[in-house]
């Protein structure tokens, strides 16, 4: 038998294949090209006019370090999250035209990898992304302290006269000022505790008290290490005697200089003291009978 299509016959066919065509548009839609952002490393730049102080409250000329240990960024394009990635990093980024990416660094708080959040002090990178679909495009963000940052010297050991702003207040080894550029982070003179036999220990404190305001707090220091060590604080009160050291984190050792950021709003605000002294012990490990803790650039960072 023969099909005889109608001029109405073919028009109804036509309309049913256009219907199921846009159908299959409609079920599978035309997906948008991202263009791609690669980023090795945050740049940390300083800050001009921020305030920086010795351990008394006294002015210092001395810059903070520009140290830092930002391994993941949280991007956001537009004012919409595109996502939080870890460092190197290529991520997709549907935009058109141009538009405003913002990338905020991050770090590990106390140490842990499971809490890595944004961190208070750091201003985030924001700039004009034009998009280029199927691209990718390196891109190196900067950071920097906020302006109204405050950051206190407790201790960069670079003292002329080569004593530490530490005592000796525990064991039987104590915290030296060592310079050695083979072993320096920055080239210049750091803190060193050696542990040289079993039963070696070493607890040392900050000589001079210093204050810690209310509100977002963080000691920074860099260390590199081949056994574990504690760090913490000792809350002072005026019309009582100080209360024992509090360590506030555990460190495990490293083969090469690392970034600590260290949380301290939580313990300063149930302990209420007038003034703090920041405490370092440092022990030797099961089966270890010697090692050494290299420490340096220890700051407090406030609002």
């Known amino acids: 038998m ?37 980023i090795d490393s945050f740049s940390f730049q300083q800050s001009p006019g921020l305030t920086v102080l010795r351990y008394d409250n006294s002015p210092s000329g001395q810059l903070p370090t520009l140290s830092h240990e930002i391994n993941t960024v949280w991007v956001y394009y537009n004012g919409s999250r595109v996502g939080i990635f870890d460092l190197p990093a290529t991520f997709p980024v549907v935009a058109s035209g141009s538009g405003q990416l913002q990338i905020v660094p991050a770090v590990a708080i106390n140490g842990q990898n499971n809490n890595v959040a944004q961190y208070p ?57 060592m310079s050695d550029n083979a072993e320096s982070y920055d080239g ?76 301290v709003d939580g313990f300063t605000a149930n302990a209420q003291g007038d003034s703090y002294n920041f405490y370092i012990k440092a022990v030797l490990a099961d089966a270890q009978s010697s090692g050494k803790l290299l420490i340096d650039n220890i700051q407090l960072v406030t609002f």
């Open 2 to 38: 023969v099909n005889i299509f109608t001029p109405s016959k073919l028009l109804g066919l036509l309309f049913c294949a256009a219907f199921l065509w846009q159908g299959c548009n409609i079920i599978n839609p035309h997906e948008p090209i991202p263009t791609y952002i690669h």
């Open 188 to 263: 210049s003179k750091f803190g060193q505790i050696d542990l040289l036999a079993v039963g070696d220990s070493s607890v040392d404190s900050s000589r001079n008290i210093f204050t810690i305001p209310s509100g977002v707090a963080f000691i920074e220091f860099t260390y590199k290490t081949t056994i574990p060590f504690y760090v913490g604080l000792q809350a002072n009160l005026s019309s009582v005697i100080s209360s024992a050291p509090y360590y506030l984190s555990g460190i495990s050792p490293t083969t090469s200089w690392k970034k600590f950021y260290l949380q």
């Open 121 to 177: 002090f750091y201003s985030p990178d924001t700039s004009t992304l034009i998009a280029q679909p199927g691209k990718i495009i390196n891109y190196t963000p900067k950071t920097k302290f906020y302006r109204d940052v405050t950051v206190k010297l407790i201790d960069y050991f670079d003292e002329s006269n080569n004593t530490p702003n530490f005592a000796q207040s525990g064991g039987n080894r104590s915290l030296r000022i």
